[in-house]
């Protein structure tokens, strides 16, 4: 029976400003991307993020990003190693105080945005982030763009990998996403971000923007939850991947 993970990106209120709808969509997911203060999130929100999760029996994980608040975190920025390394480090041990509260253990890291945009094409800052996840703790999964350096980089550093794929993003030819600042690069309609989705967890393959379809390792999927209505697309994707008699688990208890 095929096994496949469903993470969404949560956590990244701040302050008065609600971003997602994480106490819905929760419910449809097996792993959660916290954010971790830097593009979104504060310590209130990620203690309640913790809590949600812990409730729902999700995976916590982690996600860090560029100290870009204005910009969500999806604005590159030029960083040297050393920052980034103390950027991670730092984002990680907050998150890891509010799972210890609660007797949760970190599961996985996912990058955020921009930064991780980056690490599929710059093996320099790829490098360095890994390296914040070995001394943070190398029991952590990466969760890495399907068929990117990232993969490469992290097995060498010795860090477990899980090869993650988008619900609804469109992608390149060369299996990098469509920007977001391109037309048509989030895909709306359910049925075709259901199909989309069955073809990745079944036959492990992806369709590009062109049409062209390209095969790709993935462990686990991303949904977006602060897309137009996220939940019910959530509840679309869960149910169908069900009747294909596809198993939907934290990625720790496959990989």
Request: hydrophobic share 40%; charged share 25%; with cysteine.
């Amino acid at each position: 029976m095929n096994k496949i993970d469903l993470n969404c990106d949560m956590g990244e209120s701040f302050g008065r400003y609600k971003i997602g709808m994480d106490e819905e969509i929760i419910k449809n997911i097996t792993s959660a991307n916290i954010g971790c203060g830097f593009h979104g999130g504060d310590p209130v929100v990620m203690k309640h993020t913790v809590k949600i999760a812990k409730q729902n029996k999700v995976a916590i994980g982690a996600h860090p990003g560029f100290p870009d608040l204005m910009g969500f975190g999806r604005r590159n920025m030029d960083v040297t190693p050393e920052e980034i390394q103390s950027y991670i480090l730092y984002q990680l041990g907050s998150l890891y105080a509010f799972a210890r509260a609660e007797r949760e253990e970190l599961q996985h890291v996912k990058p955020h945005g921009a930064l991780y945009n980056l690490m599929a094409k710059d093996q320099k800052l790829c490098r360095a982030v890994m390296e914040a996840i070995v001394e943070f703790d190398r029991k952590l999964f990466v969760l890495a763009l399907a068929g990117s350096v990232m993969i490469d980089i992290a097995e060498e550093a010795g860090l477990k990998v899980a090869s993650e794929a988008f619900a609804d993003r469109a992608y390149n030819p060369d299996g990098t996403l469509v920007s977001r600042r391109q037309p048509n690069a989030v895909i709306t309609n359910h049925e075709e971000v259901l199909g989309r989705v069955i073809k990745m967890a079944k036959e492990q393959k992806i369709e590009c923007i062109n049409g062209e379809v390209i095969e790709r390792k993935i462990d686990t999927i991303c949904l977006h939850g602060d897309s137009p209505g996220a939940v019910k697309l959530a509840e679309v994707i869960r149910e169908g991947l069900t009747k294909e008699g596809i198993s939907i688990l934290p990625i720790k208890e496959f990989l």
